[in-house]
């Protein structure tokens, strides 16, 4: 597979009145032409900063990508682009759904309106011109009155729609690459499934690369060929989307499994959850981030970091139970991610 998205050593920081706080910890990852790569993991664990650390979306100050990081898109380093390299970049060549699109929507204009803009920017075309593909696209993303609804404003809109306008929106340029933060949140199962099929088909048909940021699995194992578990800042586990659910290696992506709502349990079946919380990214811990919270924390957590094992040429794990002198601990997983 042709590599699209590099991005190596990337440390992002943000600087408050309690100190620097390590929000990205020096992580690196690639993103394959028309593939599907899922960032999962807790709330707070460096997702969505990663995301718009690749579009120079952070904010300085207080954010800041520290030297050193480096994200290649497509031969250019993104971090080394001008302003105006960067406006035809953002939309144009990468675009981003966010995660709530009645706060990324503009309330006092017209969907139609929002959509040409993009086109107009991107693609030199007339405001005439923009607003006729509008419509075009809102079609594509199968809004009906397609027409009439180009004509309205973001609050006429249900959530559902209003998160198909987001990804007309994206997809207006026929981007390389869609960013995808958690592009169901909100939405009843129903139509987190018709959102989902609606991108799949897009991807198939224009070959967009996506990175789908999210922290429900059923969503990953049914959309992803890749999955890297994020965790403190850190890409803990990485490997294709077989191999996370059925073959995980590292006690967190257990946990994040073992906590996912399973068919088969009894309707008075607690639902099991990680004790403990996240460290104090203020103060990363020296070890194991996950060290505090782990069943099978052992002395080299508390003490190293460990490195990264390569299983396969997909699959890699950062854990001291990969080293050879730690005991053997077999998944507490069943074949298929399940208890």
Known sequence: ME?????????????????????????SF??????????????????????KAILRLI?????????????????????????????????????????????SLNPTTKIGHQIA????????????????????????????????????????????????VSIAIALACNPKILIADEPTTALDVTIQAQIMGLMKDLQNKFGTSIIMITHDLGLVATVADRVQVMYSGLIVESGTTEEIFFNSKHPYTWALIKSAPQLNSKNKASLYSISGTPPDLLK????????????????????????????????????????????????????????
């Open 3 to 27: 590599k699209l998205l590099e991005v190596n050593n990337l440390k992002v920081s943000y600087h408050t009145y309690a100190g620097e706080v390590q929000s990205v910890r020096g992580i």
């Open 30 to 51: 690639h993103l394959d032409k028309a593939e599907t790569l899922a960032i999962v993991g807790e709330s707070g664990c460096g997702k969505t900063v990663t995301s």
């Open 59 to 103: 904010q300085t100050p207080p954010g800041e990508i520290k030297k050193g990081s480096e994200i290649n898109f497509d031969g250019k380093d993104i971090l080394k682009m001008s302003k105006r390299e960067l406006t035809d970049l953002r939309g144009g060549e990468i675009s981003m759904i966010f995660q709530d699109p009645m706060t």
């Open 117 to 164: 803009e993009s086109l107009i920017i991107h693609r030199g075309l007339s405001k005439n011109e923009a607003l006729k593909e509008a419509v075009k696209i809102l079609e594509l993303v199968r809004i009906p009155n397609a027409e009439k609804r180009a004509n309205q404003y973001p609050h006429q809109f249900s959530g559902g729609m209003r998160q198909r």
């Open 284 to 339: 990363p811990p020296v070890g194991c981030p996950f060290a505090a919270r782990c069943n099978y924390c052992m002395e080299a957590c508390l003490e190293e970091m460990p490195q990264s094992t390569q299983l396969s040429d997909t699959h890699a794990v950062s854990c001291w139970l990969m080293h050879p002198k730690a005991p053997k601990v077999e998944s507490p997983l069943r074949p298929g991610g399940v208890e």
